[in-house]
């Protein structure tokens, strides 16, 4: 019996060695087409990689901006800063509670906001949250939460990524990296925001009936997020950056999302507080372009200083 547990102990550190060795070699060696389960998304879609390393010579921030792609390119810190707010933007693609608590965790009192706006757009807590790991564990560092998160997961390629990724940090193979700030049509802004060139929503597509659905992970993470923003005595404001109106009126349930959400906190759903065009404020079916980002910015600061939200925090 003995033989046996020294045999099988052996043979499991072999194949873990060999396994671990294997994917780093096929990683570093094999183009992204053959490396399906492997995804370094070092510097890629969203400007991640950017806005970590703006971050951490940022300073101390009025406002800070948490959630998915409508946060990053939503909620613009050139428009607040001439309304005298310093603010920094760490939403990043496809962020999920999971990602943000992480995110919360690492830098909340690095940046020591006054207030935190949390974009809560449906989709991202409907999501497994892959996509938005694989992009910190990349262009962030990679530490036991990150860890945590992957054995949450448990997914073939989050496991892949972050063995990657780990080898990689481990020998600064992408200590000199530097991302450009201009990537095609999106420009990155300092404070965390990308700006897309001008362009305009022209596919009217419609969009078959659905519900949203939540899923209780990510549902566990946002709630944990928000009590630990009140143990720091930070308020929260929880925003719904708008979708066309052909979108956001496909989904059956918004009503019950409205109510979970307005339990929870000061909530606006600009879904229904402003009313902008679908093929003339968007440039896709669910991101707003530049002049629609600045209709909602100017009426996100108008509705929080008529509410008394800035007043309460000095702003």
């Given at each position: 019996m003995k033989l046996f547990l020294k045999k099988t102990t052996l043979f499991i550190g072999f194949t873990v060695i060999f396994y671990s060795f294997c994917t780093i070699l096929w990683g570093l060696y094999f183009s992204s087409a053959l490396t399906k389960n492997i995804n370094h998304r070092i510097g890629s879609y969203g400007h991640m990689n950017s806005r970590i390393k703006d971050l951490k010579s940022h300073g101390n921030v009025d406002i800070l901006f948490l959630g998915s792609s409508h946060a990053y390119r939503g909620f613009d810190p050139r428009i607040f800063k001439k309304n005298g707010i310093n603010v920094f933007n760490l939403g990043s693609?496809?962020?999920?509670?999971i990602q943000t608590e992480i995110l919360v965790n690492r830098y909340l009192e690095l940046l020591s906001p006054k207030l935190v706006i949390y974009e809560v757009y449906p989709g991202t807590f409907?999501?497994?949250?892959?996509?938005?790991a694989m992009d910190i564990i990349a262009n962030d560092k990679n530490d036991i939460d990150i860890i945590k998160m992957a054995l949450k997961?448990?997914?073939i390629k989050v496991y892949n990524t972050l063995l990657y990724d780990l080898f990689r940090e481990a020998f600064s193979l992408d200590s000199d990296f530097v991302e450009d700030a201009k990537k095609g049509d999106d420009t990155y802004i300092e404070g965390g925001f990308v700006e897309k060139k001008l362009a305009y929503y022209d596919e009217m597509n419609s969009h078959p009936a659905r519900s949203w659905n939540l899923?209780?992970?990510q549902l566990n993470?946002?709630?944990r997020i928000l009590k630990r923003l009140r143990g720091k005595e930070v308020d929260v404001v929880l925003v719904q950056?708008?979708?066309?109106?052909?979108?956001y009126n496909s989904y059956l349930n918004?009503?019950?999302?409205?109510?979970?959400?307005s339990g929870l906190d000061n909530y606006y759903n600009f879904n229904e507080l402003i009313e902008l065009s679908d093929n003339q404020y968007f440039y896709d079916a669910h991101h707003l372009n530049q002049a629609g980002v600045e209709i909602f910015n100017r009426e996100l600061l108008k509705?929080?200083?008529?509410?008394?939200?800035?007043k309460n925090h000095g702003l």
């Open positions: 693609s496809s962020q999920t509670p409907s999501s497994d949250g892959i996509e938005s997961f448990n997914h899923r209780q992970d993470s946002f709630e950056i708008p979708l066309t109106s052909s979108l918004n009503l019950e999302v409205d109510s979970y959400f509705i929080l200083k008529n509410d008394g939200i800035l």
